[in-house]
DNA sequence: AAAGATAATTGAATATTATTCGAAAATTAA
DNA sequence: TTAATTTTCGAATAATATTCAATTATCTTT
């Protein structure tokens, strides 16, 4: 049998969809035709960046989630940008923000178990400029992307 | 003239999408009906909570970023949930977490400016059973719900 | 204020796409 | 091995997005 999951779900996370018009049209009590030029414009404008899904991580053998806290070299603080986009290519993190404070960094991380999540850190985190990481490991995700769970 | 960017943006940053079968058949070269079998399948289990848009939020007056990590008085240990609850029910919340180590609860947090978020932080999150409160402020965020800035 | 230019709204027609259905193949259970 | 269940997939249909052209509204310039 062919395993589709997996490739779709790598497409859906970040991608693959689109807006429900005529759904929308209902809802707004508007001409589907107008929330079409509506939608169009806002995606001119590059105020949409995508259409995704959002998953229920632990269906999908994600269920370890973390925030990684992270304290850059002084030598790379004149670019945490470059750290930076390093780290935003990996699939297993959702979101890195350059921030204020102790910790130039923040990452949202998504892994199987504990162990991937060791593995993660262990092998792919520890680049030179990185001086210091805190885990946040999530018990309990109560909202996600906007999305509330249960 | 109608302003409906607005009500398009707020159901759109949590819903009414759908996944574009036709395009995700021809990019995994399978039949479409093969390809609405399985995402009907991860539906039905759960798998998928929603489709969305995600948005470069510089541009939906949502640009100010940060992340807050926030302490529970100890007689809320019992269940953080509680408060959880309370402050995922705001729009300006995109993520809440129960966590472990000295922060209870982390949020990610997105308004308009500093001054919205010092309203947000001000008014809102004050209740009882909230200790401390520290504001990671986002300078740059490099990616976002798996999708990646730029 | 007026005139012209630009942007936004909308219905009708068309093009795409999702969905249903049924049959066959594959997998799993007994 | 057989029976039950799940998965694949083509053909037909239903639903939806998109295009187009005309009208209306808004903004700009004088």
Not at 36 to 48: D, T
Request: aromatic residues 10%; proline residues 3%.
């Amino acid at each position: 049998m062919k395993d589709i999951t997996q490739k779709l779900v790598g497409l859906l996370k970040s991608g693959y969809c689109t807006p429900q018009i005529a759904r929308i049209a209902k809802k707004l009590q508007e001409p589907s035709t107008t929330l079409h030029y509506n939608i169009k414009k806002l995606e001119k404008e590059k105020a949409v960046l995508a259409y995704k899904a959002v998953f229920d991580y632990k269906k999908i053998d994600e269920g370890f989630c973390t925030y990684c806290l992270i304290s850059l070299a002084p030598d790379e603080y004149g670019n945490p940008e470059r750290i930076g986009k390093l780290l935003a290519q990996f699939n297993e993190v959702e979101s890195v923000d350059i921030c204020t404070g102790d910790w130039e960094l923040v990452l949202k991380v998504r892994v199987k178990d504990q162990d991937a999540y060791y593995h993660f850190v262990k092998n792919i985190v520890p680049r030179k400029g990185i001086i210091k990481i805190i885990s946040l490991v999530s018990f309990k995700q109560m909202k996600t992307e906007f999305v509330t769970l249960e």
